[in-house]
């Protein structure tokens, strides 16, 4: 992975490494694995001096790294090079490198070639253990893995008129057969119109009015074990999307059913599926990874906290030092 393309979420974390590189300032540079990293960073093997700006060199490695960045030929990159070189020199003499904001992005910019030459070479996607990659498997089988055909249906129904006297529940049997007819009423209709969509088949429920009797409408998706019977069985035994039930009698209500879509059953073995579970565990593992790794440089280096001058009330959030507005 390129410098300044990490797996989206490991920036939030790099004021943890900021503040490493500051505490490291603390301790000997030889000991500090910030400055001995950086220190790894060298020209190509081979490589040349192309130009010389006040004595400082242009390599052959750095025309060749813009040349292909910007789409310049090596004449052009070089003439760029010395032009950003003779800008750096002269900011250097007006004292501006040493402005809050430019340390800021040198510190950002040496933490994004440190974690593009080790941290991210090191921690690769095939690092996430196998074990791990089974625990998330085992877990989520039921729903992502190894699941049954499941339906997605929408519903028309009417509630049963059930009242309660004392301790015992009542089924007013007259209002009954009048509700029963109407959800009879109502399957003929959508049976003779045929609706091709769920919209059109609740239209037709909005629009229904018999008896003063509206009906309701409801959507769901599951699969046979998470439903009652009798619905469960009526439900699964429609075959295409569009079919519709008859009227489906349950102790709650009456319902005539759409079938929207059948998905079917899924069966993913743990080797067939190892691979999508690493692509979407690896950030999270990543993130973990990266933590770890801060804190092993920690204990690399010296760090002195010094909590009593933390800004609090209103300097904590007051305007920035001058230079990194």
Same mark, same amino acid.
């Given at each position: 992975?390129?410098?300044?393309?990490?797996?989206?979420?490991?920036?939030?974390?790099?004021? !943890?490494?900021?503040?490493?590189?500051?505490?490291?300032?603390?301790?000997?540079?030889?000991?500090?694995?910030?400055?001995?990293?950086?220190?790894? =960073?060298?020209?190509?093997?081979?490589?040349?001096?192309?130009?010389?700006?006040? $004595?400082?060199?242009?390599?052959?490695?750095?025309?060749?790294?813009?040349?292909?960045?910007?789409?310049?030929?090596?004449?052009?990159?070089?003439?760029?090079?010395?032009?950003?070189?003779?800008?750096?020199?002269?900011?250097?003499?007006?004292?501006?490198?040493?402005?809050?904001?430019? =340390?800021?992005?040198?510190?950002?910019?040496?933490?994004?070639?440190?974690?593009?030459?080790?941290?991210?070479?090191?921690?690769?996607?095939?690092?996430?253990?196998?074990?791990?990659?089974?625990?998330?498997?085992?877990?989520?089988?039921?729903?992502?893995?190894?699941?049954?055909?499941?339906?997605?249906?929408?519903?028309?129904?009417?509630?049963?008129?059930?009242?309660?006297?004392?301790?015992?529940?009542?089924?007013?049997?007259?209002?009954?057969?009048?509700?029963?007819?109407?959800?009879?009423?109502?399957?003929?209709?959508?049976?003779?119109?045929?609706?091709?969509?769920?919209?059109?088949?609740?239209?037709?429920?909005?629009?229904?009015?018999?008896?003063?009797?509206?009906?309701?409408?409801?959507?769901?998706?599951?699969?046979?074990?998470?439903?009652?019977?009798?619905?469960?069985?009526?439900?699964?035994?429609?075959?295409?999307?569009?079919?519709?039930? $008859?009227?489906?009698?349950?102790?709650?209500?009456?319902?005539?059913?759409?079938?929207?879509?059948?998905?079917?059953?899924?069966?993913?073995?743990?080797?067939?599926?190892?691979?999508?579970?690493?692509?979407? !565990?690896?950030?999270?593992?990543?993130?973990?990874?990266?933590?770890?790794?801060?804190?092993?440089?920690?204990?690399?280096?010296?760090?002195?906290?010094?909590?009593?001058? !933390?800004?609090?009330?209103?300097?904590?959030?007051?305007?920035?030092?001058?230079?990194?507005?």
């Amino acid at each position: 992975m390129a410098a300044g393309r990490t797996v989206t979420g490991l920036w939030a974390l790099l004021p !943890l490494l900021i503040l490493h590189a500051q505490g490291c300032r603390r301790a000997t540079k030889k000991d500090c694995p910030v400055y001995r990293q950086a220190r790894r =960073v060298a020209p190509w093997p081979g490589d040349v001096v192309v130009a010389r700006v006040n $004595g400082r060199p242009i390599l052959a490695s750095e025309v060749r790294h813009r040349a292909s960045q910007g789409g310049l030929t090596a004449a052009e990159a070089a003439e760029q090079l010395i032009d950003d070189e003779l800008a750096v020199q002269e900011a250097e003499r007006l004292g501006l490198h040493q402005e809050p904001a430019v =340390v800021e992005a040198g510190k950002r910019a040496a933490i994004y070639k440190l974690l593009a030459e080790t941290f991210e070479k090191s921690y690769t996607p095939d690092s996430v253990p196998d074990s791990e990659l089974r625990r998330i498997y085992d877990r989520e089988s039921p729903r992502w893995f190894k699941r049954p055909e499941l339906r997605r249906f929408g519903h028309a129904y009417l509630t049963r008129p059930w009242s309660k006297r004392g301790r015992r529940w009542y089924l007013d049997m007259e209002k009954d057969r009048v509700l029963k007819r109407i959800m009879q009423n109502f399957q003929e209709l959508v049976a003779r119109k045929r609706p091709r969509s769920w919209e059109a088949f609740s239209a037709l429920a909005t629009d229904f009015d018999q008896g003063n009797q509206h009906l309701a409408l409801g959507k769901g998706l599951q699969a046979h074990r998470d439903l009652r019977r009798p619905f469960a069985d009526a439900l699964f035994a429609l075959e295409h999307p569009g079919d519709i039930s $008859g009227v489906i009698e349950t102790r709650p209500w009456y319902h005539v059913a759409y079938l929207i879509e059948v998905i079917p059953r899924k069966s993913i073995s743990f080797p067939q599926a190892k691979e999508e579970i690493r692509a979407k !565990l690896f950030p999270h593992a990543q993130k973990k990874a990266f933590t770890r790794w801060v804190k092993r440089l920690e204990r690399q280096c010296t760090i002195r906290a010094r909590p009593e001058h !933390l800004p609090v009330g209103e300097s904590a959030t007051g305007p920035a030092p001058e230079g990194t507005r």
